[in-house]
């Protein structure tokens, strides 16, 4: 069965302070792995899907990197409004729907 | 303009009653979902429509059931609700063919049981 892990539960930083979060996953065959950010109250909010290891996406001050076992979510010079719970999903091969991780709440403090 | 709205986005009802909740997406994706969100923010898959056939049907209580009258709208029914039914409830759209299909989600419902 596919999994996802995410770590650490919860993250807080200084305004500028680099830090990465961490998405561990197994799927038997990888289709995409997405990256999404949600705020309170609100639904999950999509940032980028990697397809395969190696590969790279970045959005203002995030980068996504992807490895077989794992991805990695960089945020660079975080800034208060970055605060958000971050989830990573896997959807493999001959599967429609996503499994998510059960995310990331990180904290930016100005 | 929204692509994926549901409505309404907050629901308290007692025990033992029946609600629905509707969500309609104008991005012209053919796949259509229901996820859960669990007090833990944990989500997870119930059901996945593509083009009006049910796709996915996840172990979910049979007091759920979904419906599709055309492939911008799916809609949940639940019966009999109970306390463990309180949650967040999201609809999501995508497409089913190609590669990986990013699905984009509503604004959620949360259901309180009291």
């Known amino acids: 069965e596919d999994q996802v892990t995410q770590s650490p539960e919860a993250l807080r930083l200084q305004e500028g302070e680099s830090s990465s979060l961490n998405c561990s996953y197994t799927?038997?065959?990888?289709?995409?792995l997405f990256w999404y950010r949600q705020d309170p109250g609100k639904g999950p909010e999509f940032l980028f899907t990697l397809y395969s290891a190696g590969e790279e996406k970045e959005k203002e001050r995030l980068k996504a990197t992807l490895t077989k076992k794992e991805s990695f979510l960089h945020i660079t010079a975080p800034k208060p409004e970055d605060s958000a719970t971050y989830l990573c999903a896997v959807q493999g091969w001959g599967a429609q729907k996503l499994v998510f991780g059960q995310g990331t709440r990180l904290t930016i403090n100005p | 303009d929204t692509a994926v709205s549901q409505t309404p986005k907050y629901l308290v009802t007692q025990m033992g009653n029946d609600k629905s909740i509707k969500c309609e997406q104008n991005?012209?994706?053919?796949?259509m979902y229901w996820y859960k969100q669990d007090s833990k923010k944990f989500l997870k898959i119930m059901f996945s429509y593509n083009n009006k056939e049910l796709i996915i049907n996840e172990t979910v209580p049979n007091r759920f059931s979904p419906k599709s009258p055309d492939k911008a709208h799916l809609n949940l029914h639940i019966n009999s609700l109970e306390l463990g039914d309180s949650a967040v409830y999201f609809c999501a759209s995508s497409y089913r063919q190609g590669g990986a299909t990013e699905a984009f989600f509503g604004q959620g419902t949360r259901l309180t049981v009291v």
């Open positions: 799927v038997s065959g990888l289709r995409g």
């Open positions: 991005l012209g994706h053919d796949t």
